[in-house]
Structure formats: structure tokens, C-alpha cells
């Protein structure tokens, strides 16, 4: 399955959202709508100004998640996230 991700123009990573806690947390989108909207909050804020959003594998993200400790979500279009 395809899903988009923000990636970071000047690290070539993902951007990752931390919690409270200090955990990071990918998240991947359904459609690439609901991630170019996340992109331009995170814009507006005057955040990761260097995202694009990108096609990829879901199986791909999630294996790198595991592998560096990061959590992850899936936000389908009918959820609604705002950047913090």
C-alpha cells in the first residue's frame, strides 16, 4: 500500500513530530491532499519550511520506524491533525 510522508529537503529524512515525552512520531497519510495540507500548517507556522510530500511503500516506513524507535501513524481522511 501507498502512503505520502513529508520528507525533509536538507536531511532527506521524514519528518517525525515529537510528543511530550520526547517521542518521535512519523506521520503517513492516505491521501496526498490531507499531507500537503499538514505541509502548509507546518509552513504557516514557520516550521519545516523544506517539506515536500512523497509517495511510498507503507511496509517501508514502518520497518524503518522500528528500526530507529519511532512511532507511527496512519491518518485517513476523515481524521483531522493540527500541527502543535
Not at 529537503?9 to 499538514?38: C, I, L, P
Not at 509517495?55 to 502543535?84: H, M, Q, R
Request: hydrophobic share 40%; proline share 1%; net charge negative.
Amino acid at each position: 500500500m501507498n502512503i505520502y510522508i513529508l520528507l525533509s529537503q536538507k536531511s532527506g529524512g521524514v519528518y517525525a513530530s515529537a510528543t511530550a515525552d520526547g517521542n518521535k512520531v512519523v506521520q503517513m497519510f492516505k491521501h496526498e491532499d490531507d499531507a500537503e495540507r499538514f505541509r502548509l500548517w507546518l509552513e504557516a507556522d514557520g516550521k519545516d519550511a523544506d517539506l515536500t510530500v512523497e509517495s511510498t511503500d507503507l511496509d517501508t516506513v514502518v520497518g524503518n520506524c522500528k528500526v530507529f524507535g519511532y512511532s507511527y501513524s496512519i491518518i485517513d481522511s476523515d481524521e483531522f491533525i493540527i500541527p502543535a
